[in-house]
């Protein structure tokens, strides 16, 4: 028996039964540690062994946490790798399953080109460029890693003379941005296999939660592989059988918990405003936000980018390479404080209400820190559907009956089920380690200020208030000097 029919025999699918080997001589395998033996074909290989998509090796799938959790050096290369090879699994299943669909090889290819290219634009240190370095760096301009993403899939196309339809391009587009919506003559239930937009089960989120988990050494308490064995097709929509129901619970709530321990987690959420103010400083003279709008330059973008900062001789860029510094040297800007909202005070949470030049309006007499020691995150933590229960958006079908789609309440599924789905987190942070206990004071002094206010003109009968959390009051006496480091001692 060939190597490559062991290979086969070993590690591959049913419905990859119908090997032909001449179709399959180009084709290639990588061992992946979340899906295994990953079968790459010739047409996924063309866009993987080009300069644009290979700079997503260069990619933090999770930015700054990689600072905190020392697992998480995976790559967004990786993440797309997998993410293509889930969504050519899913269709494969469902043309197995149901030929009916009329599922074809363009469905396919351009599914499986999806996944593949979805992640393409996102910039240094994934979602700190766009969601914080752009809206600060080129205020009132709109740009999202999927415009990007975009961008960089015409350019790898055109630089590496691709041979792809220009309407295949458009629907590999489309199905990247995703939809909710009629998209022309394209079959529907095709947008919910990558960036599903009615319930936001994909696998993209597949690939994601299950890497990370594993990268992080956080437990999912999920099984994808499962949700894909039980899915079907029912009126163009993707629905999953009863019995996952409380399965796709847990996923949502793993995404939740990710978000909550490790996303957004204070020590990377520090880091990440020093790289953002590493970037600011170094944006007029490396002009990196112009890149957005050039994918020959953006191709060059990566998280090197901060490595460039650190070997330019540039005089203007010493700040930006001090803030590196202080990085290295593990003296990182410090957490101070953190309100989670009761609901009914949510409207507090924006720039309006509370910044940097509001705190400082309530420094106590002895304090003398100012705007610039001040940072604020406004976080909103979800299940995915904001203040929705995903699940809810979700029709599922019955063993009994594989042709008709119905809801499932949350009730119906665990009593054990949160009552609210989205929290809004207002953290502050500071540049100046030895002002934290005077920015507390000030934070909480506002936030109390703020929530009476509400409190007291509300016609309702709700007596939500911000309460401090007592595991967070920093002490008076507090030791506000950096820490002394260790030296070690070889003359014993």
Sequence with gaps: ???????????????????????????????????GYINLDEQVLQIIDTPQFQRLRHLKQMGSSYFVFPGASHNRFEHCVGT????????????????????????????????????????????????????????????????????MLHHTIDENHIDIDEGDIKFIKQLIRGSSQPVGDEKMFLFDIVANKRNGVDVDKFDYIQRDCYNVGVNSSYDFQRLMLNSRVINDEV??????????????????????????????????????DALLIADPVLRISQSVTNPHKY???????????????EPELSEARDILARIHARDIYKFVDEFILPADLASIANSACINEATIVGYRSDNDDFAERDVLIDFSLI???????????????YSKYNTAEKFPISSSLISLCVPEKYEERIIRIFTRTPSKRKQIQGAARRLME??????????????????????????PNNLSLSPAKRRRLDFDM
Aim: charged share 25%.
């Design 1 to 35: 028996m060939s190597g490559r029919a062991l290979l086969r025999r070993g590690f591959t699918h049913g419905s990859d039964l119908d090997y032909d080997a001449d179709k399959h001589d180009n084709s290639k395998y990588v061992n992946d540690p979340i899906h």
């Design 449 to 474: 200020e703020l929530s009476s206010r509400i409190v007291t003109s509300s016609s309702s009968s709700s007596s939500a208030h911000i309460t401090p959390n007592r595991g967070l009051t920093l």
């Design 299 to 313: 191709q060059l973008l990566t998280d090197e980018i901060v490595r460039d900062i650190e070997r330019s001789p």
């Design 84 to 151: 293509s090879y889930l969504a050519s699994e899913v269709v494969k299943g469902f043309a197995l399953r149901q030929p009916e669909l009329g599922i074809d090889e363009r469905d396919s290819r351009c599914v499986t080109l999806a996944g593949l290219c979805h992640d393409l634009g996102h910039g240094p240190f994934s979602h700190v460029f766009d969601n914080e370095f752009i809206p600060r760096a080129c205020p009132g301009m709109t740009w999202s890693h999927e415009e990007g993403s975009e961008m």
């Design 239 to 276: 629905c999953y059988n009863a019995k996952e129901a409380f399965n796709l619970t847990e996923m949502f709530h793993t995404r939740y918990s990710l978000h909550k321990r490790v996303y957004s987690h204070r020590a990377a959420k520090a880091i990440e405003f020093m790289i953002v």
């Design 382 to 396: 979800h299940y995915g559907m904001r203040k929705d229960n995903p699940v809810d958006r979700i029709s599922f």
